[in-house]
């Protein structure tokens, strides 16, 4: 057993097996979420990783321990376990580590209805509670019940209703799974649309045998775009192992922006719902919160991590969020993300229209954006500082510290934030033009590499 405050982070727990996370952990986790929720049932999912089913398994014996009932939903998308928790009413846990390299697990939880835990909302109870039970003992006295369920079907069945595929014209998509869990609830998912599905590494595998599942690193878009020019396709997604986030290519095999994502489906959900409120982070594009505005939309800024976001979104009534790490919230999905039904969004409104998907995002592109870059530093606080130092007292300049430090001027604008695990500043630069934001990314850097 390791450190369990290096595995609970901000909004999940994520460590090595079984270095930094075994049963037992898993199990003392168990125990205590149990105790912290007040949780009578639990439904539990699992990712296709080598060590999912025993650490699922051991969290089980936690649960029960204390008296809860578990439903086990098994293999499953951490948005099934979302659908999971909200059609069911229940708490949930999640065993996944994401796009992490094989050694990783971890858990994302939520409470009833997908209510996210994070630090602020729980899980630091449920931090110091296992750690209590793994001192004095975990095993419990209750007699909770394990019911298995399928609920593939009826999740697959919830996505298509929330959004008009009817009438749409055939399209030839192609989907990297990377051998995650996209795999397992795609075909489900695309069962019964007028889409031909070119799968891409579906065969579920822990190990990552064709390239991590991670779409955010362009190098593991590579058989992706290759296969969308290759096949002809309309277009192209890649999800991480999770299946929670979904990254876009479209027909040219050229990488589109998450921002130009969030864009096009807040303009859809501002179509059915007037007026509403899109929330976004700080760091998409400024054209996402003008494009919202322009459709009559409000624009909801808040800072980067999906339980800001979701938290967010329920405390206004949000009808969308969209994250630049490819993360899609939908109030009619209970405020949690999904990249499946987001990339069932993009169908819908390019099966509507007979152009290709390069020319309808167009529009959602406005800007030259340097995407993320990190940098390795050893005091985040001191280098933040000097950044800040720079530029205050410059004419035209605007700065706030929502999420790390904000910086905006004639055009253009960054932000620069620390990483919440490693020694790392996060900078995304954005400007009219990419003279411009070039130029912004370059004295930035210059300033925390010095």
């Given at each position: 057993?390791?450190d369990?405050?290096k595995?609970?982070?901000?909004?999940?727990?994520r460590?090595?097996?079984?270095?930094e996370?075994?049963?037992?952990t898993?199990e003392?986790?168990?125990a205590?979420?149990v105790?912290?929720?007040?949780?009578?049932?639990v439904?539990?999912?699992?990712?296709?990783?080598?060590s999912?089913?025993?650490?699922?398994?051991?969290?089980?014996?936690?649960?029960?321990?204390?008296?809860a009932?578990?439903?086990d939903?098994?293999?499953?998308?951490?948005?099934?376990?979302?659908?999971a928790?909200g059609s069911?009413?229940?708490?949930?846990?999640?065993?996944?580590?994401?796009h992490?390299?094989?050694?990783?697990?971890?858990?994302?939880?939520?409470?009833?209805?997908?209510?996210?835990?994070?630090?602020?909302?729980?899980?630091?109870?449920?931090?110091?509670?296992?750690?209590?039970?793994?001192?004095?003992?975990v095993?419990g006295?209750g007699a909770?019940t394990?019911?298995?369920?399928d609920?593939?079907?009826?999740?697959?069945?919830?996505?298509?209703?929330l959004?008009?595929l009817?009438?749409?014209?055939?399209?030839?998509?192609?989907?990297?799974?990377?051998?995650g869990?996209?795999?397992?609830?795609?075909?489900?998912?695309?069962?019964?649309?007028p889409?031909e599905?070119?799968?891409?590494?579906?065969?579920?595998?822990?190990?990552?045998?064709?390239h991590?599942?991670n779409?955010?690193?362009?190098?593991?878009?590579?058989?992706?775009?290759?296969?969308v020019?290759?096949?002809?396709?309309?277009?192209?997604?890649?999800?991480d192992?999770?299946?929670?986030?979904?990254w876009?290519?479209?027909?040219?095999?050229e990488s589109?922006?998450?921002?130009?994502?969030?864009?096009?489906?807040?303009?859809?959900?501002?179509?059915?719902?007037?007026?509403a409120?899109?929330?976004?982070?700080?760091?998409?594009?400024?054209?996402?919160?003008?494009?919202?505005?322009?459709?009559?939309?409000?624009?909801?800024r808040?800072?980067?991590?999906?339980?800001?976001?979701?938290?967010?979104?329920?405390?206004?009534?949000?009808?969308?969020?969209?994250?630049?790490?490819?993360?899609?919230?939908?109030?009619d999905?209970w405020?949690?993300d999904?990249?499946?039904?987001a990339?069932?969004?993009l169908?819908?409104?390019l099966?509507?229209?007979?152009?290709?998907?390069?020319d309808?995002?167009a529009?959602?592109?406005r800007?030259a954006?340097?995407?993320?870059?990190?940098?390795?530093?050893?005091d985040?606080?001191?280098?933040?500082a000097r950044?800040?130092?720079a530029?205050?007292?410059?004419?035209?300049v605007?700065m706030?510290?929502?999420?790390?430090?904000?910086?905006?001027?004639?055009?253009?604008?960054f932000?620069?934030?620390?990483?919440?695990?490693?020694p790392?500043?996060?900078?995304?630069?954005?400007a009219?033009?990419e003279k411009?934001?070039?130029?912004v990314?370059?004295?930035?850097?210059?300033?925390?590499?010095?």
């Amino acid at each position: 057993m390791g450190d369990l405050a290096k595995i609970f982070k901000a909004y999940d727990v994520r460590g090595v097996v079984p270095g930094e996370l075994d049963e037992r952990t898993a199990e003392a986790v168990g125990a205590a979420f149990v105790e912290v929720l007040g949780a009578g049932s639990v439904v539990v999912a699992r990712d296709m990783r080598a060590s999912s089913g025993p650490l699922a398994a051991a969290f089980t014996r936690g649960a029960t321990g204390r008296g809860a009932d578990v439903v086990d939903a098994g293999l499953g998308s951490t948005d099934l376990l979302y659908y999971a928790s909200g059609s069911l009413g229940l708490p949930g846990v999640m065993f996944t580590a994401s796009h992490n390299p094989a050694r990783y697990n971890g858990m994302k939880m939520c409470r009833a209805g997908a209510v996210p835990v994070s630090a602020e909302t729980g899980l630091t109870n449920i931090r110091d509670r296992a750690a209590e039970l793994l001192a004095t003992g975990v095993s419990g006295s209750g007699a909770g019940t394990v019911v298995r369920r399928d609920l593939l079907d009826g999740y697959a069945a919830h996505l298509r209703g929330l959004v008009d595929l009817s009438g749409i014209r055939p399209l030839r998509v192609v989907v990297d799974a990377g051998n995650g869990m996209a795999g397992h609830t795609a075909p489900s998912v695309f069962a019964g649309l007028p889409v031909e599905l070119i799968p891409l590494f579906f065969e579920l595998d822990g190990e990552f045998p064709n390239h991590e599942a991670n779409p955010l690193e362009p190098d593991n878009l590579r058989d992706l775009q290759k296969t969308v020019l290759d096949k002809g396709a309309d277009l192209g997604l890649a999800f991480d192992g999770d299946a929670d986030r979904c990254w876009v290519v479209d027909e040219r095999g050229e990488s589109v922006s998450p921002s130009a994502i969030t864009a096009l489906v807040a303009v859809r959900e501002l179509a059915k719902h007037p007026g509403a409120r899109v929330v976004h982070n700080l760091i998409t594009s400024r054209a996402v919160p003008e494009i919202i505005a322009e459709h009559g939309g409000v624009p909801v800024r808040t800072r980067v991590g999906h339980s800001y976001i979701k938290a967010e979104m329920a405390r206004t009534g949000a009808v969308f969020g969209g994250e630049h790490s490819a993360h899609y919230y939908f109030r009619d999905f209970w405020f949690a993300d999904s990249g499946m039904l987001a990339a069932l969004h993009l169908l819908a409104a390019l099966g509507e229209r007979d152009v290709p998907l390069s020319d309808m995002l167009a529009r959602y592109s406005r800007y030259a954006a340097s995407g993320e870059i990190n940098s390795t530093v050893g005091d985040q606080s001191a280098v933040v500082a000097r950044v800040r130092d720079a530029y205050a007292g410059r004419e035209g300049v605007e700065m706030d510290d929502l999420d790390g430090l904000t910086v905006s001027g004639p055009g253009w604008w960054f932000n620069l934030r620390p990483s919440n695990t490693e020694p790392l500043l996060r900078l995304n630069a954005e400007a009219s033009g990419e003279k411009q934001m070039a130029a912004v990314r370059d004295e930035v850097l210059a300033a925390v590499r010095s």
